[in-house]
T-cell receptor, first 113, second 110 residues
């Protein structure tokens, strides 16, 4: 079965640079979620989109922005990167009909040096 | 604000032993999730517990939910090395946001 796809899987950036993470949800899934997991931490909800509209927002820094496109893929844009942004970034997807089940992608490991 | 707390946070046990991970939460809503995470990997869904009294089992893992006590347990029976991982419980705050416990890092020694 198709799963959530994230790219790139690994990304190394320097401080103050910009990064873009991409997420391709499971086919026919209309809701996308982004989570950030720091080293040794639990995942923290950043933001979610339903039908291309922002549907919920968590502890996402102002330096980050995200959107969902017409093909339902989503991008997380991160600017002015800081060392503390180094983390695993997970995307998850679900359908409105079964919104209680989120399927997680493999994650993007971002390292800021 | 929903709080989800797990204990213990670290657990080292021997193969063949039984143990339980506890997950307490601060709301009275139903539905609780258990995930497994191997180092550097994604979150693997283990169980979705939808209502009070729900019990689910898969191999050596069994999860239960007591909404009145705001407690879920993940019981490990006759542990084997392959179960070494970090286990998270999680609940929804609102319709979209999953709130995770701190995670229990389980190490099973031969």
């Amino acid at each position: 079965a198709a799963g959530v796809i994230q790219s790139p899987r690994h990304l190394i950036k320097e401080k103050r640079e910009t990064a873009t993470l991409k997420c391709y949800p499971i086919p026919r899934h209309d809701t996308v979620y982004w989570y950030q997991q720091g080293p040794g931490q639990d995942p923290q909800f950043l933001i979610s989109f339903y039908e291309k509209m922002q549907s919920d927002k968590g502890s996402i820094p102002d330096r980050f922005s995200a959107q969902q496109f017409s093909d339902y893929h989503s991008e997380l844009n991160m600017s002015s990167l800081e060392l503390g942004d180094s983390a695993l970034y997970f995307c998850a997807s679900s359908t409105r009909q079964v919104s209680y089940e989120q399927y997680f992608g493999p994650g993007t490991r971002l390292t800021v040096t | 604000e929903l709080k989800v707390e797990q204990n213990p946070l670290f657990l080292s046990m021997q193969e063949g032993k039984n143990y339980t991970i506890y997950c307490n939460y601060s709301t009275t809503s139903d539905r609780l999730y258990w995930y497994r995470q191997d180092p550097g990997k994604s979150l693997e869904s283990l169980f979705v517990l939808l209502s009070n009294g729900a019990v689910k089992q898969e191999g050596r893992l069994m999860a239960s939910l007591d909404t009145k006590a705001r407690l879920s347990t993940l019981h490990i029976t006759a542990a084997v090395h392959d179960l070494s991982a970090t286990y998270f419980c999680a609940k929804f705050q609102g319709a979209q946001k999953l709130v995770f416990g701190q995670g229990t890092r389980l190490t099973i020694n031969p």
